[in-house]
C-alpha cells in the first residue's frame, strides 16, 4: 500500500492560493435584495432568473447526482465536460517544465493535449498487444515526478475494460493521482469504481453526461474523489463554471435514467447486431470486443475504407495512426436504421 501524500502532490502555488471569492461563495443565503453582483436588476430577456450569477458549486444539481450515484456531495465536483477537471487535474499538481503525467496509447487525446497546452511532460507506456496495462513497465516508467496516471476503462479507442486487478496495483502502490476515465462505464457489464472510491485516497473517477445520457452539447463532466482533492478542484475552477441553464437542463434530466437504461441496452443491442454482421466481411480483419457505444476494426486497408465511407456519407473515425491500432477504424454504434446503412455500405465496397 502506498502512503499517499495529498500535500506533496499539490503544487506549492496552488496549496498557498487564495482562491477567488465571488459575490456568490461570499453570499448563499436567501436574502431579498442583491445588490452584490453587478448583475442587471431588472430582468433577462429569458425571464427565470437569468440576469442572477449561478450557484458556483452547483448543490442543487450535485444533491441529486449523489442520490442518483449513491456518493456524498463532497465527493463530487462537476465541470465543463470531463475535460475540464482533466485539466484542472494536470494545473492543481505538476509543475511545468518538471513534473509529469503518465498515459497508456492508445488512449483518449485529450490528456496528452491538456498536458501539453501546461507544458508538462508526457511518459507514455503503450498498452500490451490485448490492450490491457503494461504494468511491469508503467511502474519502472513511473519517476519522481510523475503526478498523474490516466486510465481510461473501457478505454477510447479500443472499447476494452481494463483488468481491475491490474487498475488496483496501480492505485495501491502509485505515491501520485490515478484517474480513472469512465466515459464510456454506463455501457459496460462491469461495474464502476464508484463504489470503491471510499477505500482510496489517491483515487479520481470520471465520469459524464456526454454519453449514454445524450447530453454532449451541455458540456457536463463529473470527478468523483476524496473530499481533500475535490476541495482543490473547487479552489482553481472558474468561479461560475457550470451554466445555470446547463444545471438546470440536467437537473430535468436526471429523473429520466429509466430511459436512459433503455438507450443503453439499445445500443448494445446494436453493437452485438453489428458485432455479429461485422464478421461476414473479409477485408475487415478483427472486431475487437467492445464495452462501449463504438467498435474498433481492423482492416486491410483503412485509409481507402475511410474515403469509401465518406464517399456515402457516412463518416467513422480513422484511428490508424495511434500505435498498436495499424489500420483501425473506430466506429460509433449508431441507430438502427444507421447501422444497416453502414452494413449495406460496406456490402457493395470493392477493396
Ligand atoms: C467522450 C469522452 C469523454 C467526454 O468528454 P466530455 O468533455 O465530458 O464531453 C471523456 N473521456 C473519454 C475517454 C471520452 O471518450
Known amino acids: 500500500m502506498s502512503t499517499f501524500d495529498l500535500n506533496s502532490i499539490i503544487r506549492e502555488n ?17 436574502a431579498s435584495i442583491f445588490l452584490d453582483a453587478n448583475e442587471n436588476s431588472i430582468a433577462s430577456v429569458l425571464e427565470n432568473g437569468y440576469n442572477r450569477y449561478p450557484d458556483p458549486l452547483q448543490k442543487k444539481l450535485k444533491r441529486k447526482i449523489s442520490e442518483l450515484k449513491q456518493v456524498p456531495i463532497e465527493n463530487i465536483f462537476l465541470g465543463n465536460g470531463s ?23 492508445p488512449t483518449y487525446g485529450m490528456y496528452e493535449v491538456a498536458a501539453q497546452i501546461n507544458d508538462v511532460a508526457i511518459q507514455k507506456t503503450v498498452l500490451t498487444p490485448d490492450f490491457q496495462l503494461d504494468l511491469g513497465k508503467i511502474l519502472r516508467q513511473i519517476n519522481d515526478n510523475t503526478k498523474l496516471l490516466f486510465i481510461c476503462s473501457p ?18 502502490s502509485f505515491k501520485g493521482i490515478v484517474v480513472i476515465d469512465e466515459a464510456y462505464i454506463d455501457f459496460a457489464a462491469e461495474e464502476s469504481w464508484l463504489q470503491k472510491l471510499s477505500n482510496y ?29 475535490i ?19 440536467v437537473l430535468n434530466t436526471l429523473s429520466y435514467e429509466p430511459v436512459v437504461k433503455k438507450w443503453i441496452s439499445l ?18 480483419e478483427k472486431i475487437f470486443p467492445s464495452s462501449a457505444n463504438f467498435i474498433l476494426l481492423r482492416v486491410n486497408n483503412a485509409n481507402c475504407l475511410y474515403e469509401y465511407l465518406l464517399q456515402q456519407n457516412i463518416v467513422v473515425r480513422n484511428r490508424s495512426s495511434m500505435p498498436l491500432c495499424g489500420n483501425c477504424l473506430r466506429i460509433t454504434v449508431g441507430t438502427s436504421s444507421e447501422n444497416e ?9 470493392k477493396p
Do not use: H, M
Not at 473547487?234 to 446547463?246: F, H, Q, R, T, V
Open 83 to 105: 475535460d475540464e477537471p482533466i485539466d484542472l487535474l494536470i494545473r492543481a499538481t505538476c509543475v511545468p517544465g518538471k513534473d509529469n503525467i503518465l498515459i497508456c496509447p
Open 155 to 172: 478505454n477510447n479507442p479500443t472499447g476494452n475494460l481494463l483488468n481491475e486487478k491490474d487498475i488496483t496495483i496501480l492505485v495501491e
Open 14 to 30: 496552488i496549496k498557498q492560493l487564495v482562491p477567488y471569492s465571488s459575490a456568490r461563495s461570499e453570499y448563499g443565503g436567501s
Open 267 to 284: 445500443i448494445n443491442e446494436q453493437r452485438a447486431l453489428l458485432f455479429d454482421k461485422l464478421k461476414q466481411f473479409s477485408f475487415i
Open 231 to 249: 476541495e482543490i478542484l473547487n479552489k482553481i475552477k472558474a468561479p461560475y463554471n457550470i451554466s445555470l441553464l446547463s444545471q438546470e437542463a
Open 201 to 229: 485516497p489517491n483515487l479520481v473517477i470520471l465520469q459524464t453526461f456526454s454519453k449514454a445520457w445524450g447530453l454532449a452539447a451541455l458540456r457536463l463532466g463529473c470527478a468523483y474523489s476524496s473530499a481533500a482533492i
Open 341 to 349: 446503412s453502414l452494413l449495406n455500405a460496406l456490402k457493395n465496397y
